[in-house]
């Protein structure tokens, strides 16, 4: 058994701060965008995690145009 959480063998969920550090960001941000993020995954009500594969992907693919 895996704790009721729902999760492939390779899916590694983040928390929010870790995927904020990940992503550079406040997590208050990712707690604004989440319905709109597609790499959200809600555990419950008031439970988010992040999929790290999906996230990693995504980072990819959005890239700022201008850099620090």
Known sequence: L????A???SENLLT???????MN??????YRHAAKLPFTRRINRKNLRFSEA???RWLA???PVTTR
């Open 25 to 30: 960001v406040n997590p208050r941000w990712l």
């Open 61 to 63: 693919t959005k890239r």
């Open 2 to 5: 895996n704790g009721g959480i």
């Open 7 to 9: 999760k492939t063998d």
């Open 16 to 22: 929010p701060d870790e995927a904020a550090a990940l």
């Open 54 to 56: 999906s996230l990693r």
